[in-house]
Structures are given as structure tokens and as C-alpha cells.
Nanobody, 119 residues
Framework: QVHLVESGGGLVQSGGSLRLSCAAS????????MGWYRQAPGKQRELVAS???????NYAPSAKGRFTLSRDNDDNTLYLQMNSLKPDDTAVYYC?????????????WGQGTQVTVSS
């Protein structure tokens, strides 16, 4: 079982930056990847970025060049540095953990942290 707790959300002006953190606890040996999803009001949930246990990182097109995913294995913490934020980035951001490469969706989810970007 994996427990995920996000922090770092908030209100920021367009063009600003935020860093989200995800503190993970539990058993990780069976985790294929971890990442960040987001869901804006009235929209479907979407993947923002993910990192596999071997370190391969995948970014959504909307995140490439602006967001940076990283992890600290010593602290079991996942980070999402978000720069050049736009109002379209406004959403609840969720930290996730996926057990298998073939899983349709992550099995583990945090409670979410709100990111609001004002224009």
C-alpha cells in the first residue's frame, strides 16, 4: 500500500511559478511509476507528467518546456516544478502511483492540491 500527500498548491498570477510536492509512504517495490494528474472544472482528468521506477520521464504536451518532474529517493518525495503558469493550468493536481505498466489508471491517489492561476 502507498500513501500520498500533496502540498504546494495555491494562487499565482499568470507567468508565475509553483512547486508541488508529494510525500510518499508505504511499500514501493511494486510501483511501476509515479506522477501527477490534474483535473480542471468540467474537464476530464489528464496526466501531467510521470516517472518510472527506472527514471524515465514522460510529459504531457501542455507541460513540456514549462514543468519539471523530479524525485528525491532518499525522502520518498516527488516534485513538480511549474513555471510560466497559465490560467489553463488551473486545476486540482493529484499525485499518483501506478503498480503496473499496463494499468489503465494509477492505483494510488493523493487527496489533491488546488492550483489557481489568475490572468
Amino acid at each position: 500500500q502507498v500513501h500520498l500527500v500533496e502540498s504546494g498548491g495555491g494562487l499565482v498570477q499568470s507567468g508565475g511559478s509553483l512547486r508541488l510536492s508529494c510525500a510518499a509512504s508505504g511499500t514501493f517495490y511494486n510501483i511501476y511509476d509515479m506522477g501527477w494528474y490534474r483535473q480542471a472544472p468540467g474537464k476530464q482528468r489528464e496526466l501531467v507528467a510521470s516517472i518510472t521506477s527506472s527514471g524515465d520521464i514522460n510529459y504531457a504536451p501542455s507541460a513540456k518546456g514549462r514543468f519539471t518532474l523530479s524525485r528525491d529517493n532518499d525522502d520518498n518525495t516527488l516534485y513538480l516544478q511549474m513555471n510560466s503558469l497559465k490560467p489553463d493550468d488551473t486545476a486540482v493536481y493529484y499525485c499518483t502511483g501506478r503498480r503496473f505498466r499496463w494499468s489503465r489508471e494509477p492505483e494510488y491517489w493523493g487527496q489533491g492540491t488546488q492550483v489557481t492561476v489568475s490572468s
